[in-house]
T-cell receptor
């Protein structure tokens, strides 16, 4: 059974810091991996989708990497801003549709 | 364009009552998914629709939970005889189709269900 773990569970940093969020999964036979952010009372917003054949994806200040063999993905956020404060969720896509989510990292960026 | 919408946004009910949660997917999306997010837990998959059929109901926690989709569009998640442990945020998502490497699910804002 696929299990997804995110570390740390919560993180508080001053504005401007670069930070790394970690996601690990137990079964390397994944289809894709996706990072989302969730704001309080809101749905999920997709940040980056990494296909199983890819090693990383970049969007603006965000960079996500994937190492299937070790069962790990990292989300790197450069020059963090207060607007980045949210819960970040990692989802592993097993098969072609089933998303298995981690419990998330709650990020707070202090002004 | 319009995203995935869900109604109601909040629902408070008494234990033992039935509730219906509605999801309107993005127009043209053939696949629709329901998830549940309980306090302190991650999102858990409940059910998935391809068109009007549900090939995978494996995540439904009990036979009190059911879902249907009509016309390949709107879906309703019904919880009968609600229990306090059903309290959670229920999220709906849709995608164009499955099986594409770049396909992604788009999520609605969720329905927060509170069972007293």
């Amino acid at each position: 059974k696929q299990e997804v773990t995110q570390i740390p569970a919560a993180l508080s940093v001053p504005e401007g810091e670069n930070l790394v969020l970690n996601c690990s999964f137990t079964d390397s036979a994944i289809y894709n991996l996706q990072w989302f952010r969730q704001d309080p009372g809101k749905g999920l917003t997709s940040l980056l989708l990494i296909q199983s054949s890819q090693r990383e994806q970049t969007s603006g200040r965000l960079n996500a990497s994937l190492d299937k063999s070790s069962g790990r993905s990292t989300l790197y956020i450069a020059a963090s801003q207060p607007g980045d404060s949210a819960t970040y969720l990692c989802a592993v896509i097993s098969g072609t549709y089933k998303y298995i989510f981690g419990t998330g990292t709650r990020l707070k960026v202090l002004a | 364009g319009a995203g995935v919408s869900q109604s109601p946004s909040n629902k408070v009910t008494e234990k033992g009552k039935d509730v219906e949660l509605r999801c309107d997917p993005i127009s043209g999306h053939t696949a629709l998914y329901w998830y549940r997010q309980s306090l302190g837990q991650g999102l858990e998959f409940l059910i998935y629709f391809q068109g009007n059929s549900a090939p995978d109901k494996s995540g439904l926690p009990s036979d009190r939970f059911s879902a249907e989709r009509t016309g390949g569009s709107v879906s309703t998640l019904t919880i009968q005889r609600t229990q306090q442990e059903d309290s959670a945020v229920y999220l709906c998502a849709s995608s164009k189709q499955i099986g594409q490497a770049t396909d992604t699910q788009y999520f609605g804002p969720g329905t927060r269900l509170t069972v007293l």
